[in-house]
Structures are given as structure tokens and as C-alpha cells.
């Protein structure tokens, strides 16, 4: 078993790894589409069904969910901390396990301010519920629980949002450009249900996304299934979606949550600063690195990165599907051979070095998210191929 220290070395090697892991968590929710058997439905133009998913007054279900991840990496289990709990059922750690593997979820909604996700591992559990104020977590293998506070209502302010499921579709066209193909790839039977195939691909050369598709229920207009594909081929990089759905609103004792008698009980921090913010909830916040890496990135500021500590910080390079993130940490990269040695070996499975006008360095690549780490201490991150990657660095920017 990994020692808390040996965690935190391992945390400065595994950049791209987290990079990945989110990218795939965040982009994605995404899977292959039903071939045979398509209903015949309709004909809908790609605006009309963006107008179509925006419009969704859809505020309950239940179902079953699966999802598929393959990002062509070993496992990582264990090389990331978990943060300052100790609980085996905090969140921060067990909802990495989807990044990789197929796992099976059972999923409930009611609203913004009621959820519960449960993944289902043989005949162990792992839930996670939010009611109201309180986010419970319970793992059945280890009979841990963890505990934590909502952070506040949930969903963005409606005045900063467009107005009409029109508007959000120009928005969603608008940002597509030129870049972006956006059309509509015929019909699936998802979760017996009739959908729509809303099929997204870049106009771009050097990105390694090859399509999302998006199987959206024809008479709700809910996102039902997605499918992520690489340019590399073989399987998709995530493949999700229900297996069986029920729109009706799930009984409220659903949501209840009493902690097992004889449970371990860990209490997460009752209240968080605003720089400690949980991911997706204030862009460009320190706090919304991974747990251990914030030092390895530095501080990057409060407005996306630009400018932060000592000049060091996150640019962005090009625009679209090949965008690259550049982040400069002011120091030089970490020797792999001063990794731990259960880490050294996860390195050398997915990393090539590589050198050019630059310097040299290593380039760490999946089958979605590629990353190029110079040995003078910059990281150049994207959904490109690692050429691209060597080319940005080459120039300079």
C-alpha cells in the first residue's frame, strides 16, 4: 500500500494523467450509437435539435447508467491523492475509478437540490446523495462514510444564460464557427426510447478528436447516450449512457440518508474559501487543481491562468479543437528517476521523449488528451497529437 509521502511524490509525475482524467470526465460522458433497428422519426435540422435539448423541462429521473472509458493508459489507481480526507468513501477519490474501466451506475434526480449516484461493483456499493444542504457518501465494502455541507444552490444565475432555447442554439452554432461540424446522423433506440443522433466533429487537422454523438430522446429532448471516438480508432474514448430510464420523479425517501450504525463517519471542512472551490465552479480558481498539483502549476491567477505568480501561469495557444494549454511552472520538471518506483514504471508505459528547438522533454500521450513536459519546467496540454504539441513548444509562444 502507497504511504501518504509516496502519494505526494507521485503527484508531481502525473500531470497529464490528472489532465486526462478530467478531460474525460468533463468532455465526455460519451458512446456508440444503436446500428439496427433506428426508429423513423422526423427529419430535425441540427439547430432545431440543439432548440430541442435546450428546451428540456426535463427536472426528474431514474435509470441505470453505464459507462466505458479508454484512454489507452495503466491504471493510476492510487497514484493521486485523495486530498485532506481519509475517508475511503470521499468523493475526490472514488469518482476517479470511471475515468477507466466499464462501470455500472444507478442514477436518481430530483431537481437541482436532490441526487443520488450509486456505482455498483460486484456486490459492493459506493453511493453518493445530495439533499438539500447535506452530501452524504457511503461505502459499503469498507463501511466508511463521508459528510459534507452543500456548497449552495446549485445552476447559474438565468439572466447570464441566453434567453430562448433559440438563442442558446445560435450561441452553441456561434461557438462551433468554423472549426466545427455540427449535423444530425439519423435516429437510435436508446433505453427503449426513440433519439436523435446529434453528431459534432472537428474541420480542424491535428486534434485527436474524431467525433462526439449525442443520442437525444426525441419526445423529452434529454440526452440519453454520447459516444467520444479518437482519431487513433479501436474503442471509444468513453462510451455512456442509459440502459434503462423512467422520467417519473423518484419517491423522496430516495434521497434519504441515515449512517449505518458501527460506520466510520468523516466530516468534510464545514466551510470552504472561495479560492478552494470545488472544480467547474469559478474557472481559473487555483482550487481547481487536482489535489497535490497546485504546486507543480503554481499559482496561475485569478483571471484563466494569465499572469500569475512570478509570470508564471497558463496561456492558451491557437483556438478551437487544437487549442494547447501552455502552463509554465518556474522550475524544472521532475526526474523520473526520482519517482517513486511504482511510479517510475506507470511513466515509462505512456511516456516518449522527444526533443527539438525547445530543449527536449517527454511527451505523455492517451488516446484523447496528449501532454508535452520540457525538462525546463513548461507544460503544453491538448486534445492535439503530440506533434502539434512539439510544434507549439518549438515555436516559443
Known amino acids: 500500500m502507497a504511504t501518504n509521502e509516496t502519494r505526494r511524490k507521485a503527484s508531481r509525475y502525473v500531470v497529464p494523467v490528472a489532465v486526462a482524467g478530467v478531460a474525460a470526465a468533463t468532455i465526455g460522458l460519451v458512446p456508440a450509437l444503436a446500428a439496427a433497428g433506428d426508429p423513423d422519426l422526423p427529419e430535425i435540422t441540427a439547430q432545431q435539435l440543439i432548440e430541442k435539448i435546450a428546451a428540456s423541462e426535463t427536472q426528474t429521473l431514474s435509470g441505470t447508467f453505464k459507462i466505458s472509458t479508454d484512454l489507452g493508459l495503466p491504471s493510476f489507481a492510487g497514484l493521486v491523492p485523495s486530498g485532506s480526507s481519509s475517508s475511503s468513501a470521499d468523493p475526490s477519490a472514488r469518482l476517479t475509478e470511471l475515468v477507466s474501466g466499464t462501470h455500472t451506475l444507478r442514477v436518481a434526480a430530483d431537481g437541482p437540490d436532490r441526487q443520488k449516484l450509486t456505482l455498483l461493483d460486484g456486490s459492493d456499493e459506493y453511493s453518493l446523495i445530495h439533499n438539500g444542504n447535506d452530501v452524504w457518501a457511503y461505502d459499503s465494502k469498507s463501511d466508511e462514510v463521508f459528510h459534507e455541507k452543500a456548497d449552495g444552490p446549485a445552476g447559474t444565475p438565468e439572466k447570464e444564460l441566453p434567453g430562448t432555447p433559440k438563442e442558446l442554439a445560435d450561441e452553441v452554432l456561434k461557438a462551433a464557427g468554423d472549426t466545427t461540424s455540427i449535423t444530425v446522423g439519423g435516429t437510435a433506440k436508446v433505453a427503449g426510447r426513440d433519439a436523435y443522433q446529434l453528431v459534432i466533429k472537428p474541420k480542424q487537422s491535428g486534434s485527436t478528436v474524431e ?178 504539441l512539439v510544434n507549439a513548444a518549438n515555436s516559443g509562444k
Not at 514504471?345 to 488528451?369: A, H, W
Open 211 to 388: 467525433s462526439v454523438k449525442i443520442a437525444v430522446d426525441s419526445a423529452t429532448g434529454t440526452p440519453l447516450k454520447f459516444t467520444l471516438a479518437s482519431t487513433s480508432g479501436g474503442k471509444p474514448v468513453v462510451d455512456a449512457g442509459f440502459t434503462k430510464v423512467d422520467f417519473a420523479k423518484p419517491a423522496a425517501s430516495t434521497f434519504d440518508f441515515k449512517a449505518p450504525k458501527g460506520a466510520k463517519v468523516t466530516e468534510g471542512a464545514a466551510d470552504k474559501a472561495a479560492d478552494e472551490a470545488a472544480p467547474g465552479t469559478a474557472p481559473g480558481k487555483h482550487g481547481e487543481l487536482p489535489p497535490g498539483l497546485e504546486g507543480l502549476f503554481g499559482d496561475m491567477g485569478a483571471e484563466g491562468g494569465k499572469g500569475g505568480k512570478d509570470g508564471h501561469g497558463l496561456n492558451v495557444i491557437g483556438e478551437g479543437w487544437t487549442a494547447i494549454a501552455k502552463l509554465d511552472t518556474g522550475a524544472p520538471a521532475p526526474k523520473t528517476d526520482e519517482a517513486p518506483k511504482e511510479v517510475q514504471g506507470f511513466l515509462d508505459s505512456f511516456g516518449d521523449k522527444v526533443s527539438g528547438k525547445f530543449g527536449s522533454g517527454t511527451v505523455f500521450k492517451t488516446k484523447l488528451v496528449n501532454a508535452l513536459m520540457t525538462d525546463d519546467g513548461k507544460v503544453y496540454v491538448g486534445a492535439v497529437t503530440p506533434d502539434a
